[in-house]
């Protein structure tokens, strides 16, 4: 069946997130400076010619005018030079209120728009369903049925399969690892250490109301519980309240404690 005859296009050419684009001429020379008129080209199929950028630009005017301007327009939302710029789309309805559209992010001059949240579960779900059906066609593959001793396992195959993989592995060259950039050690940190800076999270404020004590009886039970101390204190450094016990061990010349403890008359 021919789609074209249905008037359905392919995907392919519907949906943004499958194509790129990058100009080799400007990749040399792209830096925070010109990265918008990089993404301004007339070939770059992500850019709207009717927007409010497009304007200012026929006019020579500043950015800084699309702040007072009402309708579609391209920011730079973030960038990590020299390999990452990050432009977004968005509809501006007043100086101070804008809706976002879309976003796309530049990696070393090729450009890309970043995938919506539902595209995100339906490719994650995708990927999840077919390895589940894989893995459950290889372990059937591995079953079999006997009429006297039923079902069982046979991974003779499996394992001539993974020594003859094994051999083949430890005849290949190694492979030299590249030391990682800091750009592929942060990936995606800076990206959120911002957002998260922009938008801090609410912090609780606990007080003694919110927790039910009144200041009124807090600062009661404070003085009370000096006062109460200060007491204690005064009894235990008064002279005359301790009581001192006899020392059995030893007494002056005259003393009961002299005799032994078997001849002690008892009163």
Same mark, same amino acid.
């Given at each position: 069946?021919?789609?074209?005859?249905?008037?359905?296009?392919?995907?392919?050419?519907?949906?943004?997130?499958?194509?790129?684009?990058?100009? !080799?001429?400007?990749?040399?020379?792209?830096?925070?400076?010109?990265?918008?008129?990089?993404?301004?080209?007339?070939?770059?199929? =992500?850019?709207?010619?009717?927007?409010?950028?497009?304007?200012?630009?026929? $006019?020579?005017?500043?950015?800084?005018?699309?702040?007072?301007? @009402?309708?579609?327009?391209?920011?730079?939302?973030?960038? $990590?030079?020299?390999?990452?710029?990050?432009?977004?789309?968005? +509809?501006? +309805?007043?100086?101070?209120?804008?809706?976002?559209?879309?976003?796309?992010?530049?990696?070393? %001059?090729?450009? &890309?728009?970043?995938?919506?949240?539902?595209?995100? =579960?339906?490719?994650?779900?995708?990927?999840?369903?077919?390895?589940?059906?894989?893995?459950?066609? *290889?372990?059937?593959?591995?079953?079999? &049925? +006997? #009429? !006297?001793?039923?079902?069982?396992?046979? =991974?003779?195959?499996?394992?001539?399969?993974?020594?003859? @993989?094994?051999?083949? @592995?430890?005849?290949?060259?190694?492979?030299?690892?590249?030391?990682?950039?800091? =750009?592929?050690?942060?990936?995606?940190?800076?990206?959120?250490?911002?957002?998260?800076?922009?938008?801090?999270?609410?912090? #609780? $404020?606990?007080?003694?109301?919110?927790?039910?004590?009144?200041?009124?009886?807090? !600062?009661?039970?404070?003085?009370?519980?000096?006062?109460?101390?200060? *007491?204690?204190? +005064?009894?235990?450094?008064?002279? @005359?309240?301790?009581?001192?016990?006899?020392?059995?061990?030893? %007494? %002056?010349?005259?003393?009961?404690?002299?005799?032994?403890? *078997?001849?002690?008359?008892?009163?």
């Amino acid at each position: 069946m021919n789609p074209g005859r249905l008037g359905l296009a392919p995907l392919v050419q519907e949906n943004p997130l499958w194509i790129s684009w990058h100009d !080799s001429n400007w990749i040399p020379v792209l830096n925070p400076g010109n990265v918008m008129d990089y993404f301004s080209e007339k070939s770059n199929p =992500f850019y709207d010619r009717t927007c409010n950028n497009e304007i200012v630009r026929m $006019q020579r005017q500043s950015l800084e005018l699309l702040n007072n301007m @009402t309708g579609v327009e391209y920011i730079p939302l973030h960038v $990590q030079d020299p390999i990452l710029y990050v432009i977004r789309k968005q +509809h501006r +309805h007043s100086p101070t209120e804008a809706t976002p559209m879309a976003d796309y992010y530049i990696i070393a %001059g090729t450009v &890309y728009q970043a995938p919506d949240l539902a595209s995100v =579960f339906n490719s994650r779900i995708l990927s999840t369903v077919h390895h589940l059906q894989t893995a459950f066609d *290889e372990a059937s593959s591995y079953s079999r &049925y +006997h #009429p !006297s001793k039923g079902y069982s396992w046979d =991974f003779s195959s499996n394992k001539a399969i993974a020594e003859k @993989t094994k051999t083949q @592995t430890k005849k290949e060259a190694p492979v030299k690892e590249e030391p990682s950039s800091i =750009f592929q050690r942060q990936r995606v940190d800076m990206l959120l250490g911002d957002l998260l800076r922009k938008f801090p999270l609410p912090l #609780p $404020q606990m007080t003694n109301n919110a927790a039910g004590v009144n200041p009124s009886d807090a !600062s009661n039970a404070s003085n009370n519980h000096s006062g109460a101390a200060g *007491e204690g204190d +005064h009894v235990g450094t008064d002279p @005359t309240l301790i009581k001192q016990e006899p020392n059995e061990g030893g %007494g %002056g010349r005259g003393s009961n404690n002299d005799a032994p403890a *078997e001849k002690k008359m008892k009163l």
